[in-house]
């Protein structure tokens, strides 16, 4: 056998016989960072849980707040995504998938009297401690100098967790408001949040990007007005 063959054989040998995760995988990754990973993957799922069970709860009949309902449901929805997203990422990184067992929640919805403000803090828990994982992941990321972890946990989660702990923020000080009087406030409350398909209505009031592009709008509608004005008198001139 020739020796170009031999070598060619000894090369598929090696690559075959050896971990490839390893070779993808960078040094900065550690395995503290990916035990981390992995515990952040099971918080998005255990809140996943949560959110469902609350959801499930408003839409009993007994309680039949489909507004609230509905915006527990995307709640839930985007933790499952940012679960996926989390997991896909850590094996894009040489990681490894170690699913574990997701504890039940054991929140209820109180349905005799209604009473809101119980689950909504709970919620509003559920979202801080999302974050707060969040920011501590990413410290973690700057200490092991994983740059690329840090900025795909900064572009990917952080700007959106911190409009979604305003937002329940706001909605908790919202849902104590009308219990002061129980019945016709959450009635209304949970008709504004159905009619805005469980979307928190005042979300992009809270987003500073939004407020930007309402800006630039302005800006550059006040700059077009001046143009055409000022072509305007131009042509009164001629
Ligand atoms: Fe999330």
């Known amino acids: 056998m020739s020796s170009g063959s031999e070598l060619a054989r000894k090369v598929v040998q090696d690559v075959s016989s050896d971990d490839l995760d390893k070779w993808v995988r960078s040094s900065t990754l550690t395995n503290e960072i990916e035990e981390s990973i992995r515990g952040h993957i099971h918080q998005e799922l255990t809140s996943w849980m949560f959110f469902r069970k609350l959801a499930a709860d408003c839409f009993r009949t007994n309680i039949a707040l489909h507004g609230y309902g509905m915006l527990w449901e995307r709640c ?62 990413i410290a973690l990321a700057d200490k092991c100098e994983d740059a690329s972890l840090s900025d795909a946990l900064q572009t990917r989660f952080l700007r959106k967790h911190t409009r979604q702990v305003k937002n329940m923020g706001d909605l908790l000080q919202q849902t104590a408001r009308v219990s002061k009087q129980p019945g016709v406030g959450l009635y209304h409350l949970d008709k504004e949040l159905r009619s805005h398909k469980g979307i928190i209505p005042w979300t992009s009031t809270n987003d500073p990007d939004c407020q930007d592009k309402g800006t630039e709008e302005v800006t550059s509608l006040i700059s077009e007005g001046l143009v055409l004005q000022g072509q305007n008198s131009q042509h009164g001139r001629k």
Do not use: S
């Not at 909504?120 to 401690?129: G, L």
């Open 76 to 137: 839930a929805q985007e933790c499952l995504i940012d679960m996926h997203w989390l997991e896909k990422y850590l094996i894009a990184r040489g990681g490894r998938c170690k699913p574990t067992a997701i504890e039940a929640t054991q929140v209820e919805w109180p349905d005799n009297p209604i009473e809101p403000l119980g689950p909504c803090m709970e919620a509003f828990r559920v979202q801080k401690k999302l974050i707060d994982d969040i920011m501590r992941l």
